[in-house]
């Protein structure tokens, strides 16, 4: 803090003042604490169906959404998504390209996170990860599956 004597000019409403007034200065800090935030997920259905042959399949939108709106980046990483399926990150969703491969049948279970990185404090040195995710199941279907007969005796009639 400090003190110091300043001639007088007045209050500023045309009152004068008789003599020297002190004058007072502080030094401050003003800190904003960065913006607390948590994340959700709104997922699709738990299962994308493609029958193999079909016509290119986009499907899966999901969204994340902050609560309350911080501005943060959203990332998203994905675990045992399947090089025959496309993450299109734009549109938030997959996209399974036409294919006659039969050897992809099967189902295989996905997991999307999605994570903001939220400042601790006004420094922004050191993160705190705040994050959802959802699993859902890839199922690709052969339209024509084999069928294996048993062998089979004829007896004599």
Do not use: W
């Amino acid at each position: 803090m400090t003190v110091s004597q300043e001639p007088a000019n007045g209050d500023g409403f045309g009152n004068p003042y008789i003599g020297m007034i002190p004058a007072i200065s502080y030094d401050f800090l003003v800190t904003i604490n960065p913006c607390t935030t948590s994340v959700s997920v709104n997922s699709p259905s738990n299962k994308i169906t493609y029958t193999i042959g079909d016509n290119t399949l986009t499907d899966g939108t999901y969204s994340f959404t902050q609560t309350p709106d911080c501005g943060y980046i959203v990332f998203v990483d994905l675990t045992n998504l399947p090089a025959h399926v496309l993450h299109q990150k734009n549109s938030k969703d997959f996209r399974i390209p036409k294919t006659e491969d039969r050897s992809l049948e099967g189902t295989v279970t996905v997991n999307v996170k999605g994570y903001v990185s939220e400042p601790d404090d006004y420094t922004a040195t050191t993160f705190t990860q705040k994050a959802d995710n959802f699993n859902f199941d890839i199922e690709m279907v052969d339209p024509c599956p084999a069928t294996v007969l048993q062998p089979f005796a004829i007896n004599d009639m």
